[in-house]
């Protein structure tokens, strides 16, 4: 099946449509564009720049991605935005290609759940089957792990790193980084333990939700410094991968993690 594209769209001579795709009225499709099959573009969206957008996502009206990236820096370099496949994009979301400072790609995952009005900005590195609420805002060189979720209104500063299966509630700030499996909130935010109810949903055994609990108090509870706490966790993660992750992620934070 050809893609089909509504008479008032604009599509770039260069822009490459696969099968099904579905581009809607006064949309506007760019030169370097390239959209996966069965993907469907609503009315009123910009897709430009070097923008390639895997399959059979859904991009809701008046949503704008591959955009310059809003960095002073910035001199027109052919850098990249990389979209995966299943991702819902909803309303007003703009998401903006990287930047030569860095890898000079900005990449998303594949099965997102991306709500109206959040803002991915250069160089984010998102993972796959993470939530956004409404109106996250995302600085610039932000990494997101797999199955993340942000609470509405949720803002993160540049170069922070948020691990996987971690939560945010609603108006959270977070100038450091948040630890996988570990719930925030607050502004600024706080750690309040372990995402429990998340990790039971997506299946973790009762057995790896206690290791975690215990990798918890042992980085928060413990009062060790922060060479005692690796100790500890190496020894825990012997028993536990998931521990093993935490402790991983914790030795490679620049910024440092919340408290």
Not at 31 to 37: I, P, S
Not at 156 to 175: C, K, P
Request: glycine share 14%; with cysteine; charged share 20%.
């Amino acid at each position: 099946m050809n893609a089909e594209v509504h008479p008032t769209a604009i599509g770039a001579p260069g822009a490459r449509l696969g099968a099904g795709v579905e581009v809607g009225a006064f949309s506007i499709i760019g030169e370097h564009v390239a959209l996966g099959g069965g993907t469907w573009v609503g009315p009123h969206v910009v897709i430009e720049g070097h923008t390639t957008i895997g399959r059979n996502n859904r991009i809701s009206q008046f949503a704008s991605l591959g955009g310059p990236p809003q960095d002073k820096k910035y001199a027109g370099e052919p850098t990249q935005l990389e979209v995966g496949d299943g991702n819902v994009i909803r309303e007003y979301v703009t998401i903006n290609r990287g930047t030569a400072q860095d890898t000079g790609v900005t990449r998303v995952g594949k099965d997102n759940w991306i709500m109206a009005y959040v803002h991915f900005a250069h160089d984010c590195q998102i993972g796959d089957n993470t939530v956004f609420a409404n109106a996250c805002e995302l600085a610039g060189h932000v990494h997101v792990g797999d199955w993340a979720t942000l609470g509405a209104t949720t803002l993160v500063h540049q170069f922070v790193r948020i691990g996987a299966y971690s939560f945010t509630g609603m108006g959270t700030f977070l100038d450091r980084d948040l630890p996988p499996y570990v719930k925030a909130a607050g502004n600024m935010a706080k750690p309040y333990g372990i995402n429990s109810v998340g990790l039971r949903r997506r299946g973790f055994s009762s057995d790896a939700i206690n290791a975690l609990k215990r990798a918890y108090r042992a980085v928060y509870r413990s009062g060790l410094g922060m060479e005692e706490v690796m100790r500890e966790l190496q020894a825990q993660s012997a028993e536990c991968a998931e521990v093993g992750l935490l402790a991983a992620f914790l030795a490679h934070s620049d910024r440092g993690i919340i408290r």
